[in-house]
């Protein structure tokens, strides 16, 4: 006959082991994130930005090159620059999360905001933002109905 205690005891200590397993792993997982370092060059290597943990601007660099363009041909290239880093930011998350923590839900909801917040860039475009689902506000209202109509 098995003691209850002793099954008691040992849920405990196995839910106690999954916890500072969970917590190891998220540890490490803040660790590797800090070291996020992605650069990305614009106007033929002739600007450099580099981002950090968060997609956060860390450095910005310029060759000489830079002499033959306009000021807004500068601010332009700084500018894509900086969205190509931050574009591939989630995806270096996703890496990180993935080998880290794992397919969890805390894991998907981090790599989703990054890439809310940093979308990918098209080529010769804007950055594209991904598809969200329609989302109801509430008006105050409890009908169906539009005001307009």
Do not use: C
Request: hydrophobic share 35%; glycine share 6%.
């Amino acid at each position: 006959m098995t003691d209850p205690l002793a099954n008691v005891q040992r849920l405990v200590d196995d839910w106690e082991r999954d916890a500072e397993q969970k917590a190891a792993r998220y540890e490490s997982m803040r660790q590797e994130v800090e070291r996020i370092s992605l650069t990305r060059s614009a106007a033929g290597g002739a600007v450099s930005v580099t981002v950090g943990p968060n997609g956060i601007p860390s450095d910005v660099s310029m060759t000489e090159a830079v002499s033959r363009l306009r000021p807004e041909q500068i601010a332009a290239a700084v500018m894509e620059a900086m969205r190509q880093a931050q574009a591939a930011y989630p995806a270096e998350l996703a890496r990180i999360v993935g080998e880290t923590v794992g397919d969890t839900a805390s894991g998907q909801h981090i790599v989703a905001t990054a890439e809310r917040n940093f979308p990918q860039v098209e080529p010769d475009g804007p950055p594209t933002a991904p598809p969200r689902r329609p989302r109801r506000d509430d008006d105050g209202d409890f009908t169906d109905e539009s005001y307009l109509g």
